[in-house]
């Protein structure tokens, strides 16, 4: 049986992850391939208590990056590693290049970083999602009414109001993760431009890897 | 006149077998430190909320080598950024029963890269008094058998073995974990104590170290 292969989609909340997972996801069972996908705090180990406990340990660097290390590592060796095996494409909302960002943004050493998820698969295509700060934010807004100080970076927003804190965030953020995907050869795709067109860019990059 | 000089923080740690007497040998330091001094005791796997989810996953058999150790790192590091390292920044003496060698030890046997282990635990400090007590793995299962009666399925590699009774797996494991140890023992200048002497012999050394340690560099 033909090996199946993981896709990364990486980027901050607000990037359009979940949206072109979602897209690319459709598009390849389409064409007939079967997709599993697994993302940042979905395992069945780690995301409940994760939600619960997040709020109290926003300011413990070290324990909130094992912490998303672990849920990641549980759907590694329960989901992506056998789905894999059988032969499906795993599609990641959110991976290693997702909380490396998260981590080095946070100024962990990458040294370490490294090292601890050094363990986790190499996607076979690893695309970044990217946009400008104040897109980003406006799409968080729509969705969810309000800048949730818990996911905009509340741990790095000192005398600053959320807005500015998040957005230089953001920044950050997304030049730590243009930085490392460049450097595994992955693909960074601005999404600051309509749905069709981020849509037509991405499925075009991962055609050229399926025709290899 | 100089000033009073800030008094620095410390951790020891006990490391051994289950049923080395380790715990006991850490609550009567912790005991005769807290009243000389401020003092906190931890013990391995006790953050308030990853030791739940360990306890469920252990129930349900989900976790491999890799989920295993990086869960109980989390663990560890929730109990470090929270309590350890602030408090050994204000002066506090740390008594940890376990600390990052047991991760060493456990992890290892279970099949980690060991350099891989070692390089998770790389953010926590090391202690500045490691005490091993040692004892032959048959002298801690009898201690075991005649306090409780049944063997932990933790203490028997949890699952590592296949068809084994409780005390072959309970050999098994430990003697695997022991031998991580004794290398750890002279790479990492551990204290080491014969566990098979009585529990005051063995107190009164740990007391006397300590002593040499605390009241050298007196504050």
Known sequence: MERGFLISVDGVEGSGRTLHVESLKKWLEEMGYGVTTVGIQMSKLMSEPLSEVKRNIVFQRFTLFLAYATDLAD????????????????????????????????????????????ITPKPDVSISLISPPSVIIRRIIRKRGFLDPLTSAVDLCINEDLYRSFSRYVNKFQSNLTALTEMDGGSVFNTNKSLDQSTKEITYYVEGYLKR | MERRKKRKGMIIALEGIDGSGKTSQAMLLRDWLSHRMDTFFTEWNSSEWVHE???????????????????????????????????????????????????????????????????????AVKPNLTFYIRVPVEVALSRIKESRRFIKPSEAGDGMFQNVTPEEGFLKYQSMVIDVYEKLAKEEGFVVLEGTKSPREVQTKIREKVGELLWKEDF
């Open chain 2, 53 to 123: 989810v360990i306890k469920e996953a252990k129930k349900k058999n989900v976790l491999t080598p890799s989920t295993f150790s990086l869960i109980h790192a989390t663990d560890f590091a929730d109990r470090y950024e929270k309590f350890i390292l602030p408090m050994l920044k204000a002066g506090f003496v740390v008594v940890s029963d376990r600390y990052i060698y047991t991760a060493y030890a456990r992890d290892s046997v279970r099949g980690n890269d060991l350099s891989w282990v070692k390089g998770v635990y790389s953010f």
């Open chain 1, 75 to 118: 759907q590694v060796e329960n989901v992506v590693k056998p789905s894999i095996k059988s032969g499906f494409i795993v599609i990641a909302d959110g991976y290693v290049n997702t909380l490396k960002s998260w981590a080095l943004t946070r100024k962990l050493s990458q040294e370490w970083v490294n090292n601890v998820l050094s």
